[in-house]
């Protein structure tokens, strides 16, 4: 079993920046893939950005060059700096671990973290 634990997030003016963190424990796999995707209200859930476990990073078109995520210095940590925030990014931010090659709904997802930006 695998528990993924967020922190961060909160309210912010269009242009500020905020961060959010997740700590994942249990059992996890050496070689995976940590994320974070967000779900604003009445959308579909979207992916933000990913990392894997070596370093190599995805991101959204949306959010490229004002969004950064890394590597905690913890092991199975995961951060994501995010930088001239637009209202457009509000919603609830989920953090998401799973194996390197397996689908996404075969992972784990965190509780959520809300994130506003007010315009």
């Known amino acids: 079993q695998v528990e993924l634990v967020e922190s961060g997030g909160g309210l912010v003016q269009a242009g500020g920046s905020l961060s959010v963190s997740c700590a994942a424990s249990?059992?996890?796999?050496?070689?995976?893939?940590m994320g974070w995707y967000r779900q604003a209200p009445g959308k579909q859930r979207e992916l933000v950005a990913t990392i894997t476990s070596v370093g190599s990073t995805n991101y959204a078109d949306s959010v490229k060059g004002r969004f950064t995520i890394s590597r905690g210095n913890a092991k199975n940590t995961v951060n994501l700096q995010m930088n001239s925030l637009k209202p457009e990014d509000t919603g609830v931010y989920y953090c998401?671990?799973?194996?390197?090659?397996?689908?996404?709904?075969?992972?784990?997802w965190g509780q959520g973290t809300q994130v506003t930006v007010s315009s």
């Open positions: 249990g059992n996890i796999f050496s070689i995976n893939v």
């Open positions: 998401h671990l799973r194996q390197i090659g397996v689908p996404l709904a075969y992972g784990y």
